[in-house]
């Protein structure tokens, strides 16, 4: 007879021969499986072993039927709750192998195969900072020499300086290690520095082609770049190997979206929420790509079922209210109060609350209360993101200094050649969309969106003149031969090629901060046309100060910044009439909704371009359109908008002290020299360069 202990090693030898027949005989696996079973009833290896060999022969059902009735007997077997996570997502149930993948690593935390898996459900549905969270906890558990291992335990708990200290030294001593380049990689996107993370996952590719989790990261890297074109390159090796990817699909409906391609990412995104339909992250960005492609219905389902899955998703509730043609009900208001008295909220999510209360409150014709949610969203904001006013004073004047009539006198015949695009420029919520949907309605013009190449070729320059030790990147232009200088005109027009589909000889590039590049912009394509849209100060301050912007406009969260950058924008324009008399088209809001089919010849007889009846039938025009003002240029033009900011009068002291003459004189603009605390500066930059 046998004792226990040699009938237990007989067992665990069954267990050892079954599981090594799992990968090349998974039935003989099943059939010694069963054997054990009938030894030792219940038996949970074998019961283990038993579902695997199911998996691995097809039998997808009973497989997952046995590791179920396995789960819920023994609800802390790890290896069985890892094998259930991976049949619900084998079989798109995203959300299902998330939550087994989180409770096993409560029960045990290091799993590096688990978090790994967690940080790929994360990122399938946009949660980037769970993603990289997760993706640290990976780094921490599968590292074992102990360099690396202390250089991820840095990384996993902020102690970033640590961490890049660390993986230097490995990468001095080990220069190949790709774990150790791809650390470093995540720890410069982590602060921003997306050159170096990009640079070095370059280099992680090329020693380690295969490695999946570093392609994903510089498909990211690249879409932050602003580099669609490389980013969708990298997505498609990815989805060649692994087509239901889905945090790879996510981000390529991103990427699509940034690219204009709204109708493939809309379907990509109804693909990745079979699987992830819980998530509310995910059902946002559904919503916006929807609400960009003129389906605002499909948009505000979308919405709702966000804030139906997290209550405290402040983003939805001001999505719906950025649709600005949309009304909230009581219950929404109740609903959002409610969210505002909890301690625990996200403070960005906080700020949308009160932005989305604001215009409920505005819809209800209560402006005092929808000023007061209007006033506390943007100091919220502000507090968030901290802004100098005197920084954008000093770039205007900087530009105001260097681009004198004499130095394009000096570079006439700078730049490329090309006429295609059409620049619209000035400050948000100052009519450019209405603009750019009267110019997108004409048979030769493609409207596209505000798109980011100039500020990326700023940025671009910014680093040459940090490099050469110089003050701004208009004095890196400044010694730019005339090639250099074609060559930039030419990189934008490459850049932007793939945001024209429509094959028209010209496009719109509407993104409002360009008036600060106007310099750049005459310089390397000086064949372009430049629109700037203006509206009354107060009207487009008023409407600014009302909008939650997701980046780039820290200016507008505070009356008085708010104002001082409308009265920049102001001095800078009427710099560059002087100096470039006739360069730039200036549309005042006002007039273009009193006189509407005046003002529209006026317009493409600056762009060069016939008359089209269509130009005055805009609303009619169903492109996608990205900006706030979507929804309103989709309907005829009404004046009511014009004066709305008056119900707001009583609390805009504050603006029209800092606006000043600028205000006073609308339409007109002083003089230069009016604007005292810019020609100080003007003065003071010229005196130091003599």
Known sequence: MSTPAESTDSISAALARANSLLIEQPLL??????????????????????????????????????????????????????????????????????????????????????????????????????????????????????????????????RIADAERLLKARLFEVPTDVAAIRMLAELAARIGRTEDARNLLQRCLELAPGFVTARQNYAMVLHRENEPVLALREL???????????????????VLCRVGDYAPAIAIYEQVLIGYSAQPRLWLSYGHALKTAGQRDKAIMAYRKCVELDA???????????????????????????????????????????????????????????????????????????YSAADSTQRVC???????????????????????PIFIVGLPRAGSTLIEQILASHSLVEGTMELPEIISMTRDLRRQAADARLGSYQEVLAGLSPDNIRELGDLYLQRTRIQRKQGTPYFIDKMPNNFFHIGLIQLALPNAKIIDARRHPLACCVSGFK????????????????????????ALMAHFDTVLPGRVHRVIYEQMVENTEVEVRKLLDYCGLPFEAGCLRFFENDRPVRTASSEQVRQPIYREGVDHWRHFDPWLAPLKRTLGAVLDRYPEVPELTEFAQQSDFVNQWEGEQQ
């Open 236 to 254: 498609e090796i990815l989805l060649a190997a692994d087509p239901a990817n889905a945090s790879a699909l996510n981000l390529k409906a991103a």
């Open 547 to 570: 909008q939650f912007f997701a980046r780039g406009q820290n200016f507008s969260y505070r009356l008085e910044d708010i104002g001082r950058y409308y009265c920049d924008y102001v």
């Open 29 to 158: 696996a099943g059939e010694q499986a069963n054997e054990i079973l009938r030894v030792v009833h219940n038996e949970p290896n074998a019961r283990l072993i038993l579902a695997k060999s199911q998996l691995r022969s097809g039998n997808f059902d009973a497989a997952v039927a046995l590791l179920e009735a396995l789960v819920g007997e023994h609800p802390r077997f790890v290896q069985a709750l890892l094998e259930l996570a991976a049949a619900r997502e084998s079989s798109g149930h995203g959300n299902d192998a998330l939550a087994l993948l989180e409770r096993t690593v409560a029960i045990k935390a290091d799993l590096p195969s688990a978090w790994m898996a967690i940080s790929r459900h994360r990122a399938a549905f946009g949660d980037t900072a769970g993603s990289d969270l997760a993706n640290a906890r990976y780094l921490q558990y599968s590292t074992h020499d102990a360099a690396l291992l202390k250089a991820a335990s840095a990384l996993c708990d902020g």
């Open 398 to 420: 900087r530009s105001r200094a260097i681009f004198s009539a004499q130095f394009f006198a000096q570079r006439s015949g700078y730049g490329a050649t090309a006429s295609d």
């Open 312 to 386: 405290a998703m402040g983003e939805a509730y001001w999505s719906l209210a950025n649709l600005k043609t949309f009304r909230f009900d009581t219950a929404d208001i109740v609903t959002m109060k409610q969210q505002l008295t909890r301690s625990d909220i996200d403070p960005e999510q906080r700020c949308q609350f009160e932005f989305a209360l604001g215009k409920a409150f505005e819809d209800e014709g209560d402006y005092a209360m929808a000023f007061r949610h209007y006033a506390d969203g943007n100091a919220q904001r502000h507090a968030l993101m901290p």
